[in-house]
Structures are given as structure tokens and as C-alpha cells.
């Protein structure tokens, strides 16, 4: 009974982690590369699926629709960057202002409503989670793993361009990459603005599939995306070392966390301690590093410069 | 040729903890000159090469490099025009990049950084020779991450990485005081080779008497936030620390010198 109605609810998991994954991708680029605690995403997120499926109800091509929230999701990046790189705002504090200024955003381009349907009836969309279980090209899960595959060729690239090695270096060493010659206001900036276009897209195919735009669907996704990333990496962390295999292991990372969700909501967790949860499994995976570290310590072996 | 006129800059001014660090600071340096620095601690040498790098602002005077006026430019735009090694070896390099992705991103510096490959075959092969030139084996550890290279092997790099592009200025804060002394000579007999070879116009902040003797052709000790004893050619090829001493309390009217100087 219990592995019957697992197995039922996993296509609906891999689903849902791998749009959720394109987030974590958006985390990993502000957290991991640009050592920046970005907290716009909570916003963002909802940003792109408001501006997806508003723009969809208004007649525009999903596809479109799907570009035009990347690019928004682009702009309150920029906000973000603009407010701690121009203004010398702390950059945890500078993301938590214009995720508070999105909820307003968001609920204005909602026309004013907290929620929004989209009918998978009435609207070509691309991804929908009526089909995660059919065997056909409408599987949410074909368009998913070819825009991943896309997405994470694209970043690829980039990263391993002239630019894209400045903004590592800007993440890395903000004194020498200035030293370098590199604007680090400027390269910060580019950082949160693709982060948090990623993280808008990402909203914009969950608002897709769940069918609806919430006003509240990014509240504390920023823990979800980080879940997504240190999961990736302590799992499989010593084996993917390519930069793309990396972006891999932070998708995978979310689809592990979605199926370990069915798992607990199967074994009864009440669906109202699920934030609990959550916060309480990233504590979990982000105290390991420290705790290896302190046992390797105290018996005695060398601690990792 | 760089010109440091009339330059100060004082810290938290204003409050008790007003600090003047430069104090009406005039220098000139020729074309190909190397000028060793010393002087106590708070002399103001750190302020001065970080006023020349655009890390601090300065309140009064200009700093003008090959006739250019560089004293409002900000720093990032400054570097295309210096090449810097700093005290800290884990400041000049990014620990979780690869070695030839430091130097990629150093042989861009100055230039425009666009969407094209960091690194070409072309590339590869020019920072292998140039490796070659530290004589650490570094050329056969291309895509090892710079952070598990050693305090030494890391300041020798950046000093690669700050001459690849060949720098207008070369400046050395104390680039070896990190290092054990056996380390610190390998790196500073790089040094000395590579300005040698590039005839570069260069800097170098010591608290090695005895270094700032050996290496340069010009010597400048500073007291106060400005330049207190300036030595050149002859004169300094035969000068000695004692002497260097005798001058220094001479400059400063103080018998404090001797103290400060060696205590430092």
C-alpha cells in the first residue's frame, strides 16, 4: 500500500524537483559562486509565475511568456544588485527589501488577487501536472529535462567565458578580482540578475504545472533552493567535479528533496509542518561540513586548510 | 613615470582616532626605477601604495602615472595600468580557481572581458612557459586549484599574474613578509628577475633592511607620511644598515628611529 501509492506519487516529484531544480540552479549561482545570501528569490520566484501566467491569460505565447518572466525576473536581480553594490546595503539585507517590495509588485501584476488560475484546458501549456503520468510528448517531464539541459549547456558556456571567469573571480576574491581590473559592482549585479532570472523562469513553469499562480509560492523558497544545492553537494559533491556535472548534482538535489517530501507526507507528516521540516533538513545538511570537520579533529588528523 | 604630489590623507578624521596617514607626500618615480621602501609601522607605506592603487581615496593633492591623472579613478579601472602583490598571499589569487584560470583572468587585466573562450590553447601554452619562469613545477600543475598551493607558491603566482600584463607600476606590499625566509628569497630572486627582465617601474614596501639594501637602485625610508630619506645609485649601492639608521634619525630629528625601525 505504502510503496504503491510512493511509486504513484514519484513521476509528480521528479516533476516538480526538477522545475523546482532550475531554481536551485539560480541559488547555486549567487550562494555558491557569487558568495552572496541572496534572499530576492522568495519573491522572484512568484514574480515569474504571476508575469507568465498573466501575460498567458492575456493571449501571449506560453513560450513567450516564459521569456518575458526570465527577463523580469532579470530586473529585480538588478534591483537587488543596484541597492547593495550602488548603495552599500548589506546584500542579505538589500534581497530582503526587494522581496518585500515584490509582494506588492506581484500582487499588482495578479490584478489585485492573491491567486490566479490557468486551465490546462483552456491554455497550451508547457508543462502540466495532469500529464506527469501519461506516456506521451505532453509528460511535463520531457519539456523539463530538455530546458534543464539547455539551461545548464548554456551556464556552461558562460561561466567558462572572459565575463563569466570575472564573475567567479568576483566570487571567489572580490579584492583581487579588482585588482584585476574587474568591476565587481557591475559583475555582482550580472550575478543576481541571472540568478534571479532562473529563479522568475522557474516560478513561471511551477505556476505552469500546478496550473495557478500563488502570490505565496516562493515563501521560503530560498531554503528549498539551498536544500537543493547542499543536498547536490554532499551526495555527490566527490564525484562531480565538472562545473556542468556540479549544476547536475544541484538538480538532482532538488528531486531528492521532493521525493524524501512524498516520502514523509506519505508516513502522515501533517502537510502544515512542512516548512518545519524543510528548514530543519537544510540545518541538518549544512551543519555536516562542520561536524566532519570537528570529528576528523578531535581524532587527531589534520583539519582541512 | 609616476608623480605623488603633495598627497595626504588622514583616517576617521575628525574623532579621536583621527589618524594621519599621509602628510603633504611628494615622490617621483622614473621610468624603470625600483624603489625599496621601508619605515616604521603606521610610516604610511601601506597608505601610499594603496593611495596609488585607488584602494583608498586621498583628501588633498594628485597622483598623476605617465601623464595621466589618476587620483578619482576607481580602483577596478586603475589596474589596467598596475600590477599588485599583496602581503596576505591568500589576497592575491582566487583559492577555487584553477591555476590557469588565476592567470586567464590576470592576462585580461586592462582589457575588455567578453563572451569569448577564458582560456585558448594559445593561452595555455603562453602561461606553461611563463610558469616555467618561477621555477616551482607550477607549469606541470595547470588545472590544480590555487588553493592548495603554499603561502610561497601563491605570492609567486601573483607576481606572474601581475606582470603578465606588463604593468606601467609594479606594486610590492610586502610581498614576502608572509613567507619563511627561505621561501622569501625564492621569491624575492623572482622578482628581481622578472623586473629585470621587463625593465618594470616598481615599488616594493620591505621591513628587510637588508633586502631593501640588496634590491632596486633607489631607496626611500618614510617617517610620518612622507618621504623621509631618499637614496639612489652609487650612494645606495654602498650603504649599510648602520648607516641607513644614522640617516633615518637624522631625517626625523628623533633617537626613537633606531627603535622604531627595528622593533617594527
Known sequence: MFFSSLLNAAPGAV?????????AIGVYITYRILDVADLTVDGSLATGGAVCIMLMRAGCNPWLALLCAFLVGML???????????????????????????????????GSKSNQPISVDKYNLVVSQRFVKELSLRNPLIPAIVTLAVLIGILYWFFGTEYGSGLRATGANRRMASAQGIDTRVTVTVGLMLSNGLVALSGALLAQYQGAV???????????????????????GKVFRNFALKLCAVVIGAVIYYMVLQIVLQLGLNTN??????????????????????????????RNA | MLEIKNVSKTFNPGTVNAK???????????????????????????????????????????????????????????AAYLGRVFQDPMMGTAATMQIEENLALADRRGQRRTLKKG???????????????????????????????????????????ATLQ???????????????????????????????????????????????????????????????????????????????????????????????????
Open chain 1, 15 to 23: 516533476a516538480q524537483g526538477m522545475l523546482w531544480g532550475i531554481m
Open chain 1, 76 to 110: 529585480a536581480g538588478m534591483i537587488t544588485g543596484l541597492l547593495h553594490t550602488r548603495c552599500g546595503i548589506p546584500a542579505i539585507l538589500a534581497g530582503i527589501l526587494t522581496q518585500l517590495a515584490l509582494y506588492s509588485v506581484n500582487l499588482r501584476i495578479m
Open chain 1, 214 to 236: 500563488d502570490v505565496n509560492m516562493g515563501r521560503g523558497a530560498i531554503v528549498i533552493g539551498l536544500a537543493a544545492v547542499i543536498i547536490g553537494e554532499v551526495l555527490l
Open chain 1, 273 to 302: 509542518d512542512l516548512k518545519l521540516f524543510t528548514a530543519a533538513i537544510v540545518a541538518l545538511f549544512l551543519s555536516i561540513p562542520c561536524w566532519k570537520d570537528s570529528v576528523r579533529t578531535k581524532k587527531g588528523g589534520v
Open chain 2, 20 to 78: 594621519t596617514a599621509l602628510n603633504g607626500l611628494n615622490l617621483t618615480l622614473n621610468d624603470g626605477d625600483f624603489v625599496t621602501v621601508i619605515g616604521g609601522n603606521g610610516a604610511g607605506k601601506s597608505t601610499m601604495l594603496n593611495a596609488v592603487a585607488g584602494t583608498i581615496q586621498v583628501d588633498t593633492g594628485s597622483i598623476v602615472l605617465d601623464g595621466r591623472d589618476i587620483t578619482r579613478l576607481p580602483e577596478f579601472k586603475r
Open chain 2, 119 to 161: 582560456i585558448t590553447a594559445a593561452d595555455r601554452e603562453h602561461y606553461i612557459e611563463q610558469l616555467k619562469i618561477l621555477d616551482l613545477g607550477l607549469e606541470n600543475r595547470m588545472t590544480a586549484k590555487v588553493g592548495l598551493l603554499s603561502g610561497g607558491q601563491r605570492q609567486a603566482l601573483t607576481l606572474l599574474m
Open chain 2, 166 to 264: 606588463k604593468p606601467e607600476l609594479l606594486l610590492l606590499d610586502e610581498h614576502t613578509a608572509a613567507l619563511d625566509p627561505k621561501t622569501a628569497a625564492k621569491v624575492l630572486e623572482a622578482t628581481q628577475r622578472i623586473v629585470e627582465k621587463n625593465n618594470l617601474t616598481t615599488m616594493m614596501i620591505t621591513h628587510n633592511m637588508r633586502d631593501a639594501i640588496t634590491y632596486g637602485n633607489r631607496l626611500i625610508m618614510m617617517y610620518d607620511g612622507h618621504v623621509a630619506v631618499d637614496v639612489s645609485g652609487e650612494e645606495k649601492k654602498h650603504l649599510t644598515v648602520e648607516q641607513l639608521l644614522e640617516l633615518f634619525s637624522k631625517a626625523s630629528g628623533s633617537d626613537e628611529a633606531d627603535d622604531k625601525l627595528l622593533l617594527s
